[in-house]
Structure formats: structure tokens, C-alpha cells
């Protein structure tokens, strides 16, 4: 849910009319002249100050305030006129997660200030903010003291203060939010009553009057409930139960009896055998699988995504999951405007927000009291589409006839020896880049026993590189330290020379 926590200067008794830019009429009262104030200011023109004349029921918005233009709401003094010149506006944003929620604000003007949640006089959680624009805090349920009230559904409420400014004192930019996400755990059902009238005649002999078919009732003292159903169809647009890996179709989730506006995320994709997950949009309702999403189309109704029956590698069966958040505006992630086609429905929720709106709707966001005090409340719902199974993708068809070879000319004989019913095992050899490949994409084990084992090897090669290294330095000093050798010569005399000497 999105909600605004603005600041006027107002005055009472003064106005200006002849600068306004946007002329309203039949407003029935000040209050709904400043909300659509608040709403044009989050559009492309920004309404920065009003002045409404409750004699006429009109409502005069100026894109520009009285100080920028110079003027002063007191030229014109008439105890008909109302006026109000826009301080400060901060837009918050709550989103509920099934452990934490998410606060995102927008402000006017550069925040400095934090956020904070409160138990007795103690601060559980708190974030700071040095001039910011646009910031936001999460705030875990157990850690932060949002207590959960003990129904059917988990509900979360509590209480968190947006402190500007350093100061500890209370000023007229403090504000308090009233947080409540309510997470429904299932889908609620509508009420069934079984009528059957039956004849009771002599001996006993019963005769049936009327069909005991189960009629649909609903009470009217109860609201009704956003209703959310995810179903799994085909290009065709009907039901799907078994579909090929590589083919296109829909997810399709359907909203009954709706006022407001709702968002899709945390779509999965879980293999009911061997259990694994595959995420396909976010928790922020972004798309992570561009490959399996290729289109989104949204209507008042329902929401339909364009996708390839693909992430999975063999056979198997899938049941996709996702979490339905309702909201009142911006409810489509900016990440997936790319994606977005228009559909042939008109769609109101997923435009601009504009004054044409209904009266109702307007109304239905403006703050009760002091703007001080707001109010976010997020519903999210779980929806489970039915068990889908997906079978390998068919063997592409050769467009021309071809010659068999001698060895399947072989087999096809030895299969008319056989009788139905009788099994026959054939052994296909494969080749080594293919069984290489398998080993390294699709089993885990084994690309990690080649991860290990190839590690193995280069630990064993560097330790004999090193010690190759060490033999050839230890050689190299014992033949530097080794002493020279001396050649000596030895002559023989006959004992003539030896005499004469």
C-alpha cells in the first residue's frame, strides 16, 4: 500500500484564484480539494498549492506555490476562501514479506532524519539517513517488535517513527506509521449449502422432489475477499496438464472481487520429484528469468505472463507457486516495463495516476486527522497452480525418407521374433564428448569429482616442480663448494741424470 504524509500552510480566509492552473468542480469540502493536491503532486505536473471557495464547490490547483510567484494569499480576504501552499510531502510504500517488511519513502525535500521501531520506550530497530531523496528500512518481525496477532492468517502490526531531524523533541515533520500486513495462508471459500426436499409416502416408499445439487451462497454482513487463482494454460488458452520442455504458454492469476490494485511476486517453479526450486520473479516482483518470461500482460482482472516450459533438463513435474501482494498504486515494477503489451481489456490500475479517477478512490487515501499519523496496510496471498507435467521435447522429424542402416535393419528384424508385451533392452553406445558433456552440465557430482580430482593433479605436479627446483639449486651449490682439483705430474729420471746432479 502507498499513502502520502503531507504538510500545508494553510489559511483560512484568503486565496487566490486568478493564478490557478486546473479549475475542479463540485468538491464538496476542503479536505478533498487538498487530497487532490496530493495526488496531482506525484504526476507530471506537481501541484504545489490550492485555494477552494466552499460558495462555488470549487477547487483551484496552482502548479507553482504563492512565494515562488511572488504573491500572498492575503490580497484576496474573503471568509469563503480557503488556502493551503504545499511545505512537504513523503510518500511511503509498505511491502510485507513472509519474515520482514519493507517501509520506502519518497520525500520533497533531502531527508536527514531515521526510522525506528518502538516497544514501551525501548528502540528495537533503527536506521539512519544523511540527505536522501528516496530510502527505505526493513524491519524483521520477531527482531524489530511487530507483534502477530494469533489468527487463521498470520498478521503483523505495529508502530514505526520516522524521526527528521536530530533533535528528540516531537516536531510538526515527525511522523508515525501504522504498519499491518496481513499474509493469508489460503484462499478463502465461499459458503455452500445443500438443499434436498424429499416425499415420504406409504410403506415406507421415499421419492426424491428436487436434485441435491450444492447451491453457491454468500452473506451479505461479511465483505467480500480478493478471491486469487493461478492457472497453467496453453498457447491455445485452455488448461494444460502435459506440455513439452521447450514449448510457450501462460500462467495466468485471476483476482475476483478486487476495489484495489495487485501485484505478483516470488513465482517458483518447484519439481515435485526431486524437489528443487527454480525462481522466475523476484520478491520484488521483478523478473530473474528472461529466458523462461518472454511477456506480461495486465489487466483489472488477471495477469498473464508468456513463458517457456523450460529450466528443467528431463522429465519430470512442476507446480508453480507465487505470492499476490494488493496495493493502490505503482503497483508494476519498473524493472518490467520493458516487458509489458497492452491487452485488450482497458486497464485503470496499471496507468499514470491521474484526476480522472473516481471520487471514491481519491478519498479512500486521504490521511483521518493530523497528517502526522499514517496508516499502511498490505494484504499478500499464496496461490498454487495444479501439478503440470513436463515430458522430454519430441525427436525433431526428418522432412525426406532416407535409408535405414544395416544395423537398425537388424533390429527391426529381431523385434517381429518378438510378441507384444515382451521387453526388449537396447544399448546405445555414446560418445565420449557427449558423456564429458552430461558429466559437466547436468550431474553435480560428478563435475565436481573432475573439479576435485583436476585440483589433485595440479597440487601433485606443483609438488614435484618444486621439488625438481630444490634438487637442481642443491647440485648447483655442491659443485660451487666442491675444492679444485691440482694436477700433478710425475717424471721419471734415469740414475745418469741423478748422478751428474
Not at 137 to 154: I, R, V, Y
Amino acid at each position: 500500500m502507498t499513502s502520502s504524509g503531507c504538510t500545508f500552510m494553510r489559511v483560512k480566509g484568503g486565496g487566490l484564484k486568478s493564478v490557478s492552473d486546473q479549475l475542479i468542480q463540485n468538491v464538496r469540502s476542503t479536505e478533498e480539494c487538498e487530497q487532490m493536491c496530493v495526488v496531482r503532486s506525484r504526476i507530471a505536473d506537481p501541484c504545489r498549492s490550492y485555494t477552494y471557495d466552499n460558495s462555488t464547490m470549487e477547487c483551484h490547483l496552482m502548479w507553482s506555490s504563492v512565494r515562488m510567484l511572488g504573491r500572498s494569499p492575503l490580497e484576496v480576504l474573503k471568509p469563503n476562501l480557503f488556502h493551503g501552499d504545499l511545505d512537504d510531502c513523503v510518500n511511503f510504500s509498505l511491502k510485507c514479506r513472509e519474515n520482514n517488511l519493507e517501509i520506502k519513502a519518497s520525500s520533497m525535500r533531502m531527508f536527514i532524519g531515521k526510522m525506528m521501531t518502538k516497544k514501551s520506550k525501548k528502540i528495537m530497530c533503527e536506521e539512519a539517513y544523511q540527505g536522501e531523496y528516496d530510502f527505505s528500512s526493513k524491519f524483521d518481525f520477531k527482531k524489530c517488535g511487530l507483534d502477530e496477532k494469533k489468527t487463521k492468517d498470520s498478521t503483523y502490526r505495529g508502530m514505526v517513527h520516522v524521526k527528521e531531524g536530530s533533535t528528540s523533541l516531537v516536531t510538526i515533520r515527525d511522523k508515525m506509521l501504522q504498519v499491518n500486513c496481513h499474509l493469508h495462508k489460503s484462499m478463502p471459500s465461499e459458503e455452500q449449502s445443500l438443499s434436498v426436499q424429499m416425499n415420504v409416502r406409504e410403506n415406507n416408499k421415499t421419492n426424491r422432489v428436487m436434485s441435491d445439487a450444492v447451491v453457491p451462497t454468500s452473506t451479505s454482513s461479511s465483505p467480500s475477499t480478493p478471491k486469487f487463482s493461478l492457472k497453467v494454460l496453453g498457447l491455445d488458452s485452455n488448461e494444460a496438464d502435459t506440455v513439452h520442455i521447450g514449448d510457450f504458454g501462460w500462467i495466468v492469476l485471476n483476482v475476483r472481487n478486487s476495489a484495489e490494485d495487485f501485484t505478483v511476486t516470488n513465482l517458483v517453479a518447484r519439481d515435485v520429484i526431486s524437489g528443487r526450486v527454480l525462481k522466475i520473479i523476484d520478491e520484488d516482483g521483478c523478473v530473474l528469468r528472461r529466458d523462461i518470461v518472454k511477456e506480461i500482460r495486465k489487466t483489472d482482472n488477471y495477469v498473464k505472463l508468456k513463458i517457456s516450459f523450460s529450466g528443467f533438463r528431463r522429465q519430470t513435474e512442476v507446480v508453480y507457486h507465487a505470492m499476490v501482494e494488493t496495493c493502490t498504486v505503482g503497483c508494476m515494477p519498473k524493472c518490467n516495463l520493458d516487458m509489458m503489451l497492452p491487452e485488450e481489456e482497458t486497464n485503470v490500475h496499471s496507468g499514470p495516476l491521474s484526476l480522472d479517477l473516481p471520487r471514491h478512490r481519491m478519498v479512500r487515501r486521504s490521511l483521518a486527522g493530523e497528517p502526522r499519523e499514517l496508516e499502511l496496510t498490505s494484504d499478500v496471498y499464496k496461490v498454487t497452480g495444479h501439478k503440470l507435467t513436463l515430458l522430454n521435447p519430441p525427436l525433431p522429424q526428418k522432412a525426406f525418407d532416407f535409408k535405414p542402416p544395416l544395423k537398425l535393419q537388424e533390429e527391426e528384424g529381431l523385434q517381429e521374433e518378438f510378441q507384444d508385451g515382451d521387453v526388449i533392452v537396447v544399448k546405445h553406445s555414446t560418445s565420449l564428448m557427449s558423456s564429458v558433456k552430461t558429466c559437466l552440465v547436468d550431474d553435480v557430482t560428478c563435475m565436481l569429482t573432475v573439479i576435485l580430482g583436476a585440483t589433485q593433479m595440479f597440487l601433485m605436479f606443483s609438488c614435484v616442480l618444486i621439488m625438481y627446483c630444490y634438487y637442481q639449486q642443491w647440485r648447483f651449490y655442491r659443485e660451487l663448494n666442491r675444492p679444485p682439483e691440482h694436477n700433478v705430474q710425475y717424471y721419471h729420471k734415469p740414475p745418469e741424470v741423478i748422478g751428474q746432479t
